[in-house]
């Protein structure tokens, strides 16, 4: 059963479905039970935006694609990362501008990009030489950025599948791009899960450093900056964190916000702690691969605030860079009820 539950009687907006709001809707529909609350993610996108307002962020869908959660985001104003076609999906049922994505996966498939394209979609990451040949002869209103892979000293040789150019390696990719006829706008960064204050200025200063050096050895022009998918902070990020990365890169970043466009996709930083699964005895966060699970075990879910025509579109994550849809089909509104 998918039900919707519609708070009135109160102002303002909430960070957390309340207690007693929960036992309104058990005592509703009776347990197990899986609550989806969009207002955690709008605002966790909110302080985001607070917090960086020079930084542009794009929600990753594949953290958790239910549209009520899309539509949240995108009524703060806000942008969305897609990395493959059953996001981009979800993203576009909620009505989304696709001028308003970036596609980053890693190894694209030269029909996905077409698909992506062909929508609308204008913004990509490419990660290699062999991924910026898939763009020869693409329209000039396409926005392509190089994700950089920085050095990590835990790890004695480079992964089988590594995201992202080694940024030694950086400059010869620019000039492959330049020599195919590709226009580099920027580049991305990829910190392989080493977030942080301090990693991420010494990368920053890093690629900022690198974007001079080329522009004035190639005559080329930068106006993107990508801080990546861990940015500003993993999972549960806390506002100390995130005032701590803030104070870090707003000295590098501020003087350049009216040259450079800064981005970043958070994901799930944004999404952590919508979903509650509630039992007789406990109240649980899950994520996305987990509501899925009890969805098809049989668990009703009520979508908090929630619009009539939304579905449940749930992804299980199969590894770091794939997704699939694990529940796609609309759940049809079985109950209605107004809490209050």
């Given at each position: ?35 989806l ?170 690629t ?16 993107v ?19 701590e990365?803030?104070?870090a ?48 075990s ?27 849809i ?15």
């Amino acid at each position: 059963m998918h039900a919707e539950a519609r708070r009135t009687g109160r102002s303002g907006a909430h960070t957390r479905t309340d207690t007693d709001e929960l036992d309104d809707l058990v005592a509703r529909y009776g347990t197990p039970l899986l609550v989806l609350d969009p207002n955690r993610a709008r605002m966790r996108y909110r302080e985001l935006q607070a917090a960086f307002p020079f930084v542009r962020f794009h929600y990753d869908a594949s953290a958790l694609a239910h549209p009520a959660v899309i539509t949240a985001i995108a009524e703060c104003g806000g942008f969305f990362e897609v990395s493959e076609e059953g996001a981009l999906a979800a993203v576009l049922a909620s009505r989304v501008d696709p001028v308003r994505v970036v596609h980053t996966h890693p190894v694209k498939h030269p029909q996905d990009l077409l698909s992506a394209y062909s929508v609308g979609v204008r913004f990509f990451v490419a990660d290699s030489q062999t991924e910026l040949e898939k763009f020869i002869g693409y329209p000039d209103d396409l926005e392509l950025v190089l994700r950089l892979r920085f050095p990590d000293p835990r790890e004695s040789r480079i992964p089988a599948i590594a995201r992202g150019v080694a940024i030694d390696e950086a400059a010869s990719a620019v000039r492959f791009a330049h020599s195919l006829g590709i226009r580099i706008a920027g580049f991305s960064l990829y910190l392989r899960g080493r977030g942080g204050a301090q990693p991420y200025a010494a990368a920053i200063a890093r690629t900022l450093g690198l974007m001079v050096e080329l522009e004035n050895a190639t005559g080329c022009r930068f106006d993107v900056l990508d801080l990546g998918t861990d940015f500003p902070a993993p999972e549960h990020g806390s506002a100390v964190e995130l005032a701590e990365v803030a104070r870090a890169v707003r000295t590098l970043l501020l003087p350049l916000k009216d040259r450079l466009t800064f981005l970043a996709e958070p994901g799930r930083l944004v999404a952590s702690r919508c979903l509650t699964l509630v039992s007789d005895s406990s109240r649980t966060s899950v994520d996305s691969a987990e509501a899925s699970e009890s969805i098809d075990s049989g668990v009703s879910l009520v979508v908090v605030d929630s619009r009539p025509d939304e579905g449940g579109h749930f992804f299980r994550a199969l590894a770091d860079t794939r997704h699939r849809i694990f529940r796609s089909e609309r759940r049809h509104l079985q109950t209605r009820a107004a809490a209050g």
